[in-house]
């Protein structure tokens, strides 16, 4: 069971600090979810985890060891930048073949890893053809030829089709299951919800949150109530009374956190208030993203 341990982690260009001083740890078995706004850095440290970009201070340890001293990365790293850069002349499987054989890596790698994306029908076709859905799934087929237990993708959802997002949504999940330890970066929370187990949230390049999604869900997830009665006034009296938290809705409404439907009908019927409209509403975890980033997203846009 490996993982990826970043400490400290800091990275300058000139004078501007793009990632300061971040730690977090990347757990087998889990897919993490890398999160922040564009610009926040999660590209710069996902190539300082990866050695394609020097940290100016700090470490990152991939199993207990430095990318570079790893013997034959591709076996032990997956990982997947830009999926565009394949040459688009070659074909799927000579793409896969090539990466194999330099990587000393056996071949019978590559029909497994088509396999696994489901390209075995399109492994003759040259890449230039491929829909950015099948690059992406190539990029994903090259990052498991060496079948590592860690896998760094930055942004593979990128300009998908919903069947394309859902498929790598369920693609993570497997290679979790599997007990790799898999990080995902993207700059929307709804990317996230359905796949991370766990949020390593950053704006410009320091660490906002690490937590598990479903503690995130629990503290910005929860639902508020959304309530409406011929008296909004004395309800909403009562409903502060019994421990709620109550705001103006639109129209007269009472929008009410702290309490479920359930309990507000129930006092409801106590006080004898007729309600006209009780309706559930799931917060939004993508409000509660930008809420969590918001000042480091304006802070960017002043200096624009
Ligand atoms: N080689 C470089 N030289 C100078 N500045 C750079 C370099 N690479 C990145 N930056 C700057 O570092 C900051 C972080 O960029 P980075 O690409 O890591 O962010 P990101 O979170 O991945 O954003 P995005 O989602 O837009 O890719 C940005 O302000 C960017 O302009």
């Given at each position: 069971?490996?993982?990826?341990?970043?400490?400290?982690?800091?990275?300058?260009?000139?004078?501007?600090?793009?990632?300061?001083?971040?730690?977090?740890?990347?757990a087998?078995g889990?897919?993490?979810?890398?999160?922040g706004?564009?610009?926040?850095?999660?590209?710069?440290?996902?190539?300082?985890?990866?050695?394609?970009?020097?940290?100016?201070r700090?470490?990152?340890?991939?199993?207990?060891?430095?990318?570079?001293?790893?013997?034959?990365?591709?076996?032990?790293?997956?990982?997947?930048?830009?999926?565009?850069?394949?040459?688009?002349?070659?074909?799927?499987?000579?793409?896969?073949?090539?990466l194999?054989?330099?990587?000393?890596?056996?071949?019978?790698?590559?029909?497994d890893?088509?396999?696994?994306?489901?390209?075995?029908?399109?492994?003759?076709?040259?890449?230039?053809?491929?829909?950015?859905?099948?690059?992406?799934?190539?990029?994903?087929?090259a990052?498991?030829?060496?079948?590592?237990?860690?896998?760094?993708?930055?942004?593979p959802?990128?300009?998908?089709?919903?069947?394309?997002?859902?498929?790598?949504?369920?693609?993570?999940?497997s290679?979790?299951?599997?007990?790799?330890?898999?990080?995902?970066?993207?700059?929307?929370m709804?990317?996230?919800?359905?796949?991370?187990?766990?949020?390593?949230?950053?704006?410009?390049?320091?660490?906002?949150?690490?937590?598990?999604?479903?503690?995130?869900?629990?503290?910005?997830?929860?639902?508020?109530?959304?309530?409406?009665?011929?008296?909004?006034?004395?309800?909403?009296?009562?409903?502060?009374?019994?421990?709620?938290?109550?705001?103006?809705?639109?129209?007269?409404?009472?929008?009410?956190?702290?309490?479920?439907?359930?309990?507000i009908?129930?006092?409801?019927?106590?006080?004898?208030?007729?309600?006209?409209?009780?309706?559930?509403?799931?917060?939004?975890?993508?409000?509660a993203?930008?809420?969590l980033?918001?000042?480091?997203v304006?802070?960017?846009?002043?200096?624009?």
């Open positions: 069971m490996t993982s990826i341990e970043v400490e400290a982690l800091t990275k300058k260009y000139g004078p501007e600090t793009v990632v300061d001083d971040l730690s977090f740890t990347v087998p889990q897919v993490t979810g890398f999160l706004p564009n610009g926040a850095g999660k590209s710069t440290t996902m190539k300082m985890i990866i050695g394609l970009a020097a940290p100016t700090g470490t990152v340890a991939i199993g207990g060891r430095r990318y570079d001293d790893l013997t034959v990365p591709l076996t032990e790293v997956g990982v997947l930048l830009d999926a565009g850069a394949v040459h688009g002349s070659r074909k799927a499987r000579d793409h896969l073949l090539a194999a054989v330099s990587n000393g890596l056996p071949r019978h790698r590559v029909d890893v088509l396999a696994r994306t489901g390209l075995e029908g399109v492994a003759g076709k040259r890449v230039g053809g491929f829909s950015l859905g099948m690059r992406q799934r190539l990029g994903i087929a990052t498991l030829l060496g079948d590592p237990e860690v896998l760094i993708f930055d942004e959802v990128n300009g998908l089709d919903p069947d394309g997002i859902r498929w790598i949504r369920g693609f993570m999940r290679l979790a299951g599997e007990g790799r330890a898999v990080l995902v970066s993207s700059h929307l709804s990317e996230m919800a359905q796949t991370a187990d766990h949020l390593v949230v950053i704006g410009q390049g320091r660490l906002i949150a690490d937590t598990s999604m479903s503690e995130f869900m629990r503290a910005n997830g929860e639902g508020t109530v959304l309530v409406r009665t011929p008296e909004p006034d004395s309800f909403a009296t009562r409903l502060a009374a019994a421990g709620a938290t109550v705001r103006d809705g639109l129209e007269s409404s009472l929008v009410v956190s702290g309490m479920t439907s359930e309990e009908g129930k006092l409801a019927t106590y006080h004898g208030v007729t309600l006209s409209e009780l309706t559930p509403q799931q917060a939004s975890l993508e409000d993203f930008m809420e980033t918001k000042d480091s304006e802070y960017q846009g002043a200096a624009a």
